[in-house]
């Protein structure tokens, strides 16, 4: 089933003081696992490459070749000439897009934040590039860290790690949204050979309408995910724990018909970002309205676990907030069920 969202990784359940608690009754990620489970073994070894049997993706095992940070454009022209000397008996090598890099990360741990059972070697705990400009300002581009798995965007002349990715995969991981390419200064340029994503834009693509307005309420067509249409059903920014207390209430209370709400999950929220777009983050013409800056995910973080994670939708970035902090809003979501 094609459904356009991984399991973020995360097994076990968390209160507001960062103490594990049983999953059944929670509300969390933990407890709902929703999206496509992780094959066992998750990964297998061939010499210098690493097969992602989730999602089809060839990575370098090395994720430090260079040894030393590079610029964003570097990372690129690095990669460019690993194609030319076709490192490992490939010539199709790129920079990971945000989405590919993503898929790599396991929201049950850290330093680094991947599965415990990874077989890559000279991992750095700190940025990574990815080939994706962030929209909201071009002459950044959007990278995520390895201590914890935090994304947000670092300016494209900063130095950081990248790590080389190949192959189109299972076609299970969502295309991004972009389609133009931008220069270190965030100039718009051609997109061929510059090996961003606006040029690759590798992934599943997004079905033709995305979403369909079912009243109320919307049906994502891409992760066949239904969310409220009104993007701020609390009416206010809340702690995490109102956050899930909204959720038992409207399902006490049966809300549109359905008492199967949940808060999403960080893959869930993620699989919203339209990274073409910015303020909101969300695909044009999107159906939803009152939506707000920042949301609250049912996914802990896993780094410190009286954190939680959240999505930024505003700039399309991913980070964490206190438990206990009125800090976000709350958006339920439902699974429709269907295969996609």
């Known amino acids: 089933m094609k459904t356009g969202l991984l399991q973020t990784g995360q097994i076990l359940c968390y209160d507001e003081e960062g103490g594990a608690i049983p999953c059944p009754g929670s509300g969390q990620d933990g407890e709902f696992r929703l999206g496509l489970p992780w ?176 009243g109320e309420t919307v049906l994502d067509n891409l992760t066949r995910l239904i969310w409220l249409k009104d993007g701020d059903l609390g009416g206010k920014i809340m702690t995490w724990r109102q956050a899930l207390d909204l959720i038992d209430e409207i399902n006490r209370n049966t809300l549109h018909g359905s008492n199967d709400w949940r808060l999403p999950d960080i893959n ?25 800056e920042a949301y609250w995910s049912a996914t802990t973080s896993f780094f410190e676990t009286d954190w939680a994670w959240a999505l930024y939708l505003h700039k399309g970035a991913l980070g964490v907030g206190h438990k206990k902090g009125e800090s976000f809003s709350a958006w339920p979501v439902r699974f429709s069920g269907e295969e996609a």
């Open 268 to 292: 869930a929220l993620e699989s919203l970002v339209d990274c073409s777009q910015a303020e909101p983050a969300l695909p044009a013409g999107h159906p939803f309205h009152r939506v707000r």
């Open 39 to 214: 094959p066992s073994p998750r990964f297998s070894l061939e010499k210098e490459i690493v097969l992602d049997h989730l999602t089809g993706l060839a990575w370098a095992r090395d994720a430090n070749l260079n040894e030393f940070p590079l610029t964003w454009q570097e990372s690129l022209a690095f990669i460019a000439g690993m194609n030319r000397h076709k490192w490992a008996g490939y010539d199709d090598w790129r920079l990971p897009n945000r989405r590919e890099l993503r898929s790599l990360m396991s929201y049950q741990a850290k330093k680094p934040s991947l599965p415990e059972e990874h077989p890559f070697t000279n991992i750095f705990l700190g940025w990574y590039w990815t080939s994706t400009t962030a929209a909201i300002h071009p002459a950044y581009a959007w990278w995520i860290h390895l201590e914890g798995a935090r994304m947000f965007y670092g300016r494209k002349d900063q130095y950081a790690l990248f790590w080389p990715v190949r192959g189109a995969g299972y076609n299970l991981l969502p295309r991004t949204g972009q389609i133009t390419c931008h220069d270190a200064l965030g100039r718009e340029i051609p997109c061929p050979n510059s090996g961003q994503d606006g040029e690759h834009r590798h992934g599943l693509a997004w079905p033709q309408p995305r979403f369909t307005d079912l």
